[in-house]
């Protein structure tokens, strides 16, 4: 059972236009949601994140959206840059019960930006 | 600052060999250890992780065991490799405890399976 849902396995857009990058999460006991971005053959690497207490958290050209009513986050990534493509990774932050967090990921988007 | 190692980068191994990939992080003190695979466009697969030497969590029944002998110090093995351990493996780390539970990632290991 997927809790962290990106149905979009893959996006296109052109350079300088808007990127919308899409996950869904199904547990309501989250309470923190986090952005990786990931190269091919690299690690991924934070992004942003958003506090599940939020609706609205913005980064230089990132900015992460939280319906917390709908269960549903959003990554907008403008104006977009070549240097963006890369897989994007939503995860979702969970405190188990022996007091440590836990990342919940989504299967990723991959974005590709074109010039 | 902290820094998270991974070695091999890449690995070519034979179907029924064995395997050790190892992770050490730097700067940082009894912090959480990640090990994830990802298998061929697919997502990240948790496999094991540890809060503490010797304590370690398996997310999933597999062919592969983690070990942690130091603080930060976290070993990926397998006695026989199988085809589908083939992946990039990933080691990770996190602070001990509370926060955003952010995690940091090595730069990963390439392993195919022959």
């Known amino acids: 059972d997927q809790q962290v849902k990106q149905n979009s396995p893959s996006l296109s857009v052109q350079e300088g236009r808007i990127s919308i990058l899409n996950c869904d999460y199904t547990?309501?006991?989250?309470?923190?949601f986090l952005w990786y971005k990931k190269y091919p053959a690299e690690g991924p690497t934070f992004l942003i994140s958003?506090?599940?207490i939020k609706d609205k958290n913005e980064d230089g050209r990132f900015t992460v959206f939280l319906n917390k009513s709908a269960k549903h986050l959003s990554l907008h990534i403008v104006p977009s840059q070549p240097g963006d493509s890369a897989v994007y990774f939503c995860a979702a932050s969970l405190l188990n019960a022996g007091n440590n967090r836990k990342l919940i990921w989504g299967l990723g988007t991959s974005l590709a930006v074109n010039p | 600052s902290q820094t998270i190692h991974q070695w091999p980068a890449t690995l070519v191994q034979p179907v029924g060999s064995p395997l050790s990939l190892e992770c050490t992080v730097e700067g940082t003190s009894n912090p959480n250890l990640y090990w994830y695979r990802q298998a061929a466009g697919r997502g990240l697969q948790l496999l094991f992780y540890?809060?503490?030497?010797?304590?370690i969590s398996s997310e999933v029944p597999q062919n592969l065991s983690a070990s942690r002998p130091q603080d930060r110090q976290f070993i990926l093995s397998s006695k026989k490799l199988l085809l589908s351990d083939s992946g990039f493996y990933l080691c990770?780390?996190?602070?001990?405890?509370?926060?955003?539970?952010?995690?940091?990632f090595g730069p990963g290991t390439r392993l195919t399976v022959l």
């Open positions: 958003i506090s599940s």
């Open positions: 547990n309501s006991m989250f309470d923190y």
């Open positions: 990770a780390w996190s602070f001990r405890g509370g926060g955003v539970g952010e995690q940091f």
């Open positions: 540890s809060v503490g030497i010797g304590q």
